[in-house]
Nanobody, 124 residues
Framework: QVQLVESGGGLVQAGGSLRLSCAASGRTFSRYAMGWFRQTPGKEREFAAAITSTAGRTVYADSVKGRFAISRDNSNNTVYLQMNNLKPEDTAVYYC?????????????????WGQGTQVTVSS
């Protein structure tokens, strides 16, 4: 069973940057897509970004496109989310997710494991 541990969240001013990391264990990391989701209180969890198993393709939600970048290091079983030009509306708990397939997906049901989440707070 895959385990995911996120790190890198924190408090940042609007316009600033953060990089989230997610360390994976428990299965062959390089065979599966990975993703990042986020959730704010009272709202459903929403897709942010995903990357294929070989990092050949990435997809983003429209709300983060051009500002966030997902990447992965298969030699270290880690996926990253570089977040630039952060806005107050990016404030959320960010979750790393392990995909069921090698190809990129963006719906909850296509991911089989989730990390505990890391809080990102962007002040105006």
């Amino acid at each position: 069973q895959v385990q995911l541990v996120e790190s890198g969240g924190g408090l940042v001013q609007a316009g600033g940057s953060l990089r989230l990391s997610c360390a994976a264990s428990g299965r062959t990391f390089s065979r599966y897509a990975m993703g990042w989701f986020r959730q704010t209180p009272g709202k459903e969890r929403e897709f942010a970004a995903a990357i294929t198993s070989t990092a050949g393709r990435t997809v983003y939600a429209d709300s983060v496109k051009g500002r966030f970048a997902i990447s992965r290091d298969n030699s270290n079983n880690t996926v990253y989310l570089q977040m630039n030009n952060l806005k107050p509306e990016d404030t959320a708990v960010y979750y790393c997710a392990a995909g069921k397939y090698p190809w990129v997906v963006r719906t909850d049901s296509d991911f089989e494991a989730w990390g505990q989440g890391t809080q990102v707070t962007v002040s105006s």
